[in-house]
């Protein structure tokens, strides 16, 4: 019963309360077990109190309590999750003392806290060590090593894990290839990465989703190499895939770097239509591109979009006369655009006017 309540209390993030329930078991007469401590222990990790969580489980051992795999395992992801790795590492050295063997969701915590702290050549050891200890990795254990190897720039040997993997029963994942995909993209290995691209579905049979779309539109995007990311946007609804605002962000910019500010123009209001927010430097960046052509209306339409899409400034929202919102707040998104550095001073100066321009807001509103 007490176990329940407890349970219940760190559950709720009353961990104070189950602490202080678990003090009162002992006064009443009837102890708590290790279960108890590792209710408690779970709860402090949670909370990010992982020192607190390893100092009751000295309390546990000192009263004769032993730990268990889960214990060892909860404070060792707690210190990991913390990237105090070191702390984890002592814990994992500790376990053998109580007879308690490291398994796989262990050692994956402290190869992850490893790879999180960029400590390559720790992450290949420890793997070595736990493959050493008889402990049989799993998927995920691999796509730690994936990951760890791609930061580390060594693409090359992180492909070579897709074959042990499959030499060990084992299928790579989503997670693999666009970690994979990503270093090769990272390593400026364009045609690498676009490869394996295609051959995660042909060869592999894993399906894409649209983070790893959304990875090569970026790549090719920074090459400037408009017609392939343009490409796989399409391909992306083809396929089934729905782009996010990440896509039509990536999307934007593109076209607006390579001098396509139709496409950009265009890319934005399809944006905003399918319910998507976008950033005030999406905005800045087609606005500023239509200003440099003195595409004066259709910056300004986008002025009164944002306006119309209550994406302006907390102080807009102070004024309550609708009649002078419509005046003012135009006004206001243009100076808050040009502050924030995400329009030009050229582009300020026509807007300036334009926003002031009654025959045009009438031209737009009609429109």
Request: net charge neutral; glycine share 6%; proline share 2%.
């Amino acid at each position: 019963m007490y176990n329940t309540l407890i349970k219940g209390l760190s559950l709720q993030g009353l961990i104070l309360q189950a602490l202080q329930l678990m003090n009162e078991m002992s006064e009443n007469g009837c102890s708590p077990n290790i279960w108890t401590y590792n209710i408690v222990i779970n709860g402090l990790c949670k909370m990010g109190c992982v020192s607190d969580a390893n100092n009751l489980l000295n309390d546990a051992i000192a009263k004769g309590y032993l730990p268990d795999i889960f214990t060892f395992n909860t404070l060792i992801d707690g210190y990991c999750k913390q990237l105090k790795v070191e702390n984890a590492v002592e814990i994992l050295n500790q376990m053998w003392n109580y007879d308690v063997i490291p398994d796989v969701i262990t050692y994956n915590s402290v190869l992850n806290g490893l790879c999180k702290t960029s400590k390559s050549e720790d992450v290949m050891e420890t793997f070595k060590t736990m493959m050493e200890k008889g402990c049989i990795p799993n998927v995920i254990t691999y796509n730690i090593l994936v990951e760890s190897l791609c930061k580390a720039r060594k693409v090359n040997e992180a492909m070579d894990l897709l074959e042990e993997i499959e030499k060990k029963g084992l299928s790579p994942d989503i997670v693999s290839f666009g970690m994979l995909i990503h270093g090769f993209c990272d390593n400026r290995d364009l045609d690498g990465a676009y490869q394996l691209f295609r051959r995660m579905g042909q060869r592999y049979k894993v399906c894409h989703t649209t983070a790893t779309y959304n990875i090569m539109i970026n790549a090719f995007s920074e090459k400037l190499k408009i017609n392939m990311a343009e490409k796989l946007f399409h391909e992306m609804g083809e396929n089934g895939y729905t782009p996010d605002s990440y896509t039509y962000r990536v999307m934007i910019d593109c076209f607006c770097k390579t001098g396509r500010v139709d496409s950009g123009y265009d890319f934005l209001l399809e944006k905003v239509t399918k319910g998507f927010i976008p950033s005030l430097t999406t905005f800045g960046r087609v606005i500023n591109c239509l200003c440099v052509e003195n595409r004066v209306n259709n910056a300004v339409g986008l002025i009164h979009l944002m306006v119309k899409k209550d994406i302006v400034p907390e102080i807009v929202n102070t004024i309550f006369e609708s009649d002078k919102k419509e005046i003012a707040a135009p006004k206001i998104v243009v100076e808050d655009l040009l502050k924030k550095g995400h329009i030009t001073y050229y582009a300020y100066d026509l807007l300036h006017d334009g926003v002031r321009d009654k025959k045009l807001l009438k031209k737009l509103q009609s429109g």
